[in-house]
T-cell receptor
Framework: EPEVTQTPSHQVTQMGQEVILRCVPI?????FYWYRQILGQKVEFLVS????????KSEIFDDQFSVERPDGSNFTLKIRSTKLEDSAMYFC????????????FGPGTRLTVT | QKEVEQNSGPLSVPEGAIASLNCTYS??????FFWYRQYSGKSPELIMF????GDKEDGRFTAQLNKASQYVSLLIRDSQPSDSATYLC??????????????FGKGTKLTVNP
């Protein structure tokens, strides 16, 4: 069964450094998402992406964040200058079409900012 | 602010019993509703989705939706210790421009005791 994959599984970085989190969505999916979950808190929407552009972004997704689909398979989330409060699990999700139907999540990247 | 509310639990049931998980949502325009299971330290796993009023059954799981009451529930029959996890209710929120995102509740922690 096709799965969303994410790398790395765990990233440790120092405050102020740039990180890139990578995702490979399910191959026939067209809509891609990033969510995050701070330890002990709810899953929060960050951004949605379709047809090589952002469809919607939350207030969390400020100028320090960017997303890109550099090729036909990868979908990346970049944080330019990490802060302590960026420490969280970051999940990539994908779905076939932009109706929010059946979003499938990857295993996540645990980001630890020290 | 579009909210999804769940009892945080913990909910404890004996093995073989029915576990009942509840969720309310505030956006009357929502059309799609999802239940995810999340084991500790893992990503959300989609287990049920429901779009129409009424019941939807899949194996030991039954999702129930009442749009008039803005209420979604999940029943787990013949609960097993392996069902012990946090169950996340998610609601698809659609914006006028067409973009969509999932809004999650905080989750209900279920423990099934052998």
């Amino acid at each position: 069964e096709p799965e969303v994959t994410q790398t790395p599984s765990h990233q440790v970085t120092q405050m102020g450094q740039e990180v890139i989190l990578r995702c490979v969505p399910i191959s026939n999916h067209l809509y891609f998402y990033w969510y995050r979950q701070i330890l002990g808190q709810k899953v929060e929407f960050l951004v949605s992406f379709y047809n090589n552009e952002i469809s919607e972004k939350s207030e969390i997704f400020d100028d320090q964040f960017s997303v890109e689909r550099p090729d036909g398979s990868n979908f990346t989330l970049k944080i330019r200058s990490t802060k302590l409060e960026d420490s969280a699990m970051y999940f990539c999700a994908s779905t076939v079409w932009d109706r929010g139907y059946e979003q499938y999540f990857g295993p996540g990247t645990r980001l630890t900012v020290t | 602010q579009k909210e999804v509310e769940q009892n945080s639990g913990p909910l404890s049931v004996p093995e073989g019993a029915i576990a009942s998980l509840n969720c309310t949502y505030s956006d009357r325009g929502s059309q799609s509703f999802f239940w995810y299971r999340q084991y500790s330290g893992k990503s959300p796993e989609l287990i049920m989705f429901i779009y129409s009023n009424g019941d939807k059954e899949d194996g030991r799981f039954t999702a129930q939706l009442n749009k008039a009451s803005q209420y979604v529930s999940l029943l787990i029959r013949d609960s097993q210790p392996s069902d012990s996890a946090t169950y996340l209710c998610a609601v698809n929120i659609k914006r006028r421009g067409g973009s969509e995102k999932l809004v999650f509740g905080k989750g209900t922690k279920l423990t099934v005791n052998p």
